[in-house]
Structure formats: C-alpha cells, structure tokens
C-alpha cells in the first residue's frame, strides 16, 4: 500500500527550528515530485514547497523562501522541510504530498489547495505532522 508518513513536527519557540521528514513506502519517491502543503486552526490548506523529481528544483512560497528550504534524499525514499526563524503564526499541521507529474504543479502554489482547479495532481497524501510555535 502507497503511503507517505511525515515526522519531526512538534512544540518550538519562536526563532527555532524544526526539520520535517516525508518518508514513502509502497513506491519510490523519485518518479514524483514532492511538496508540502500546511493548514493552521480554522484556516484553509496552503502550498508551502515543492521539489521536481529529477533536477531538485525547488519551490518554496515567497513568504517563506527566506526561511524554508526544501530538500531530498531518494537513496533513502524521503523528503525534508527545513524550517527556520519560525513564528507563531507557521503553527500549522504540515502535510506532505506526491505529485502525479516530476514536476511540480502549480497546486502547491495554492492558498486554498481544495479549492484549486488542479487539485487532482496530488496523487498521495500524508497524515500531516502538527508544528506549533509558542513560548
């Protein structure tokens, strides 16, 4: 069975870090592109990041570019988020996500990824992993 688990969320102050894991099992990361999507309380799902299967090229939302860095490892099947200086307000569940293309699409540059019209492209879905950020 096709799954892909995320880890390594939890509680940090603000100005931590934290790096997030996406691990696939059932199939192999490097025919997708991978990305991650993070919904906060009573917000919708928004695109964070995404990575092409192939050359790695990276997209990360502009708001965040200067903080998040988005990375992989196909050896061992995984992806990672790397988040740094993080704030009150990227308390999110973080959610990973596969591609149905090796690039990545422009749904993870969604603000509402539900709402999006190519919200199809997600092939696989992860559980999300809960980040809070509070002192």
């Known amino acids: 069975q096709e799954k892909l688990v995320e880890s390594g969320g939890g509680l940090v102050q603000p100005g931590g870090s934290l790096r997030l894991s996406c691990v696939a099992s059932g199939f192999s990361l490097e025919h997708y592109a991978i990305g991650w999507f993070r919904q906060a309380p009573g917000k919708e799902r928004e695109g964070v990041s995404c990575?092409?299967?192939?050359?790695?090229?990276?997209y990360v939302a502009d708001s965040l570019k200067d903080r998040f860095t988005i990375s992989r490892d196909n050896a061992k099947n995984t992806v990672y988020l790397q988040m740094n200086n993080l704030k009150s307000e990227d308390t999110a569940v973080y959610y990973c996500?596969?591609?149905?293309?090796?690039?990545?699409?422009?749904?993870?540059?969604?603000?509402?990824?539900?709402?999006?019209?190519?919200?199809?492209?997600?092939?696989?879905w992860g559980k999300g992993t809960l980040v809070t950020v509070s002192s």
């Open positions: 990575i092409s299967s192939m050359q790695g090229r990276t």
């Open positions: 996500a596969a591609d149905r293309a090796t690039v990545c699409s422009d749904v993870f540059k969604a603000s509402d990824v539900f709402q999006a019209s190519d919200a199809d492209d997600i092939k696989y």
